[in-house]
Nanobody
Framework: QVQLVESGGGLVQAGGSLRLSCAAS????????MGWYRQAPGKQRELVAQ???????IYADSVKGRFTISRDTAKNTVYLKMNSLKPEDTAVYYC???????WGQGTQVTVSS
């Protein structure tokens, strides 16, 4: 079992930036797919970004060009750099290894207009 702990959320004005971190309690090298998901109030959880071990990435259309996912295997950490934030990006953001049902506890991101 690997534990995932997100950090870096907070309150930011529209147009601002945040970098979320997801620290794993063990090696993330063995995980092929790692992703960031988000859930806004009253909405279903949705995929934001996903990275395969080889570096292939997938982004939700709503964040393409603004968000970047990356992983540092030496630090067992996955990042989500978020630029040009919009109020509609407000949500709880979760790090996950979906194939193994590993989820973090989430970190709140609030973007004010």
């Amino acid at each position: 079992q690997v534990q995932l702990v997100e950090s870096g959320g907070g309150l930011v004005q529209a147009g601002g930036s945040l970098r979320l971190s997801c620290a794993a309690s063990g090696s993330i090298f063995r995980f092929n797919l790692m992703g960031w998901y988000r859930q806004a109030p009253g909405k279903q959880r949705e995929l934001v970004a996903q990275e395969a071990r080889g570096g292939t990435t997938i982004y939700a259309d709503s964040v393409k060009g603004r968000f970047t996912i990356s992983r540092d295997t030496a630090k067992n950490t996955v990042y989500l750099k978020m630029n040009s934030l919009k109020p509609e990006d407000t949500a709880v953001y979760y790090c996950a290894v979906v194939a193994l049902s590993y989820w973090g506890q989430g970190t709140q991101v609030t973007v004010s207009s």
